[in-house]
């Protein structure tokens, strides 16, 4: 058996999620299928560096699977994307070592999250970013993300449904952009919870609207309780853009 990673990107519009689900559409069950089909009818199994959303997209999500058969990376690529819907697109496919894991040996991610602050909402923007026309306060939100930097306990930043019980993670930059009628945020860190960039950012509004004082976030860090943080973005200003490894 070989082993394949791949990197692929996705609009996350139409799936209900990445993971599979039972009469749902989500991305892995697409994939899978695909490559089911290619292996005439032997179910191949996919794993991914991580779980997206209902709605959220993806620019680089990495994937890998095994499979007894052996092409050429270029035929791999052509061969999977002839067969993928239109809202799936395989970027790279390479041959990875037989302990590789797209999920257990990736060491960092970076996602990024779209605001359109235009006052009319913009139908064709609506499925690639979260419309909030509404002023917000930027150099107070960076204030706030600064307090976020570093290793803590983002217990209070994660869904109550989170299964994981170490909630210890470690962010290396938060970037917010801002320019006529966008707002951008880049986060980069070592791994992140369930909900847990739709929960910044939904805190961080929170502060850039006046709800909140940037030192707030201190007190919400301490507290380890999902009640004392801001709202949850709406999944489709989510993009995850990039995995380390």
Known sequence: MNRYK???AYDGSGFSGYQVQPKKRTVQSVIEAVLTKMHKGSHVKISASGRTDAGVHAKGQV???DSPLSLPMEKWEFALNSMMPEDISIL???EADPAFHARFDANGKEYRYFLNQSLKRDPFQRNYS???PYPLNITAMREASAYLLGTHDFSSFCSARTEVEDKIRTI???EILQDEEHVSFRFIGNGFLYNMVRILVGT???VGSGKRQPEEIVEILEKKDRRYAGKTAPGQGLYLWQVFY
Do not use: A
């Open 6 to 8: 791949c990197i692929i």
């Open 63 to 65: 994937i890998h699977f």
């Open 92 to 94: 790279r496919v390479e």
């Open 130 to 132: 979260f419309h909030y």
């Open 172 to 174: 290396e930059t938060i």
């Open 204 to 206: 961080l509004i929170e």
